[in-house]
């Protein structure tokens, strides 16, 4: 089974702090992604990654950033935290196959991370 | 502008009788269509997807979809509800050509009573 893990299940920040996620797979895949999820609005992509290194902007990328040092971790940072980023945050994997970065996406627990 | 549409914020049934959770798109090109699940506390779940190929699509836990081009609809079945399946439903569409693009739609809650 993939596995794919986030440092955190809950995070209390502060507005102005500066925030790492990070997000682990154990299947080495090549892609990873980075979504946020809130109610009503279902899952909106923040970053994407295909490979180490390389990284590009989903729909949401404002005040975010991204890093992929290595292939099984993919990082999501906030410069400085924003009430408006709260939210729950997922992470993905896919595995590419046939379908590439458009093939089955497997998702970590999530990590749900407010900003007082 | 390319979306994915929940038309149901919440689908109620009870338990022993089918269930459709409903799914439209508009999207261009061929996109690869997916429903995940999300039960209480956790990530999603793949249940089952449509890339090409027979238009009835089987799944995890007995669920099923089936693929309408002419309609753009790529609704969730299941012939006989369990109480276990109630939990945050998500459809998706992935395209693959001309760069890389994902939509979800905003999820449909199912609740399953018994």
């Known amino acids: 089974d993939v596995k794919v893990t986030q440092s955190s299940r809950y995070l209390v920040k502060r507005t102005g702090e500066k925030v790492f996620l990070e997000c682990v797979q154990d299947m080495d895949h090549e892609n990873m992604f980075w979504y946020r999820q809130d109610p009503g609005l279902g899952l909106r992509l923040i970053y994407f990654s295909y490979d180490v290194k390389m990284k590009e902007k989903g729909d949401i990328p404002e005040g975010y950033s991204v890093s992929r040092e290595k292939k099984e971790r993919f990082s999501l940072i906030l410069e400085s935290a924003s009430t408006n980023q709260t939210s729950m945050y997922l992470c993905?994997?896919?595995?590419?196959?046939?379908?590439?970065?458009?093939?089955?996406?497997?998702f970590g627990p999530g990590t749900r991370l407010t900003v007082l | 502008a390319q979306s994915v549409a929940q038309p149901e914020d919440q689908v109620n049934v009870a338990e022993g009788n089918p269930l459709t959770v409903k799914c439209t798109y508009s999207?261009?090109?061929?996109?690869?269509l997916f429903w995940y699940v999300q039960y209480p506390n956790r990530g999603l779940q793949f249940l089952l997807k449509?890339?090409?190929?027979?238009?009835l699509v089987k799944g995890s836990y007995g669920f099923e979809a089936e693929f309408n081009k002419s309609q753009t609809s790529f609704h969730l079945k299941k012939p006989s509800a369990l109480v276990s399946d109630s939990a945050l439903y998500f459809c998706a569409v992935s395209l693959h050509t001309g760069g890389f693009k994902t939509i979800f739609g905003a999820g449909t809650r199912l609740f399953v009573k018994a």
């Open positions: 999207v261009s090109g061929n996109p690869y």
């Open positions: 449509y890339i090409t190929g027979d238009n």
């Open positions: 993905a994997s896919s595995g590419g196959l046939a379908g590439g970065l458009a093939d089955t996406q497997y």
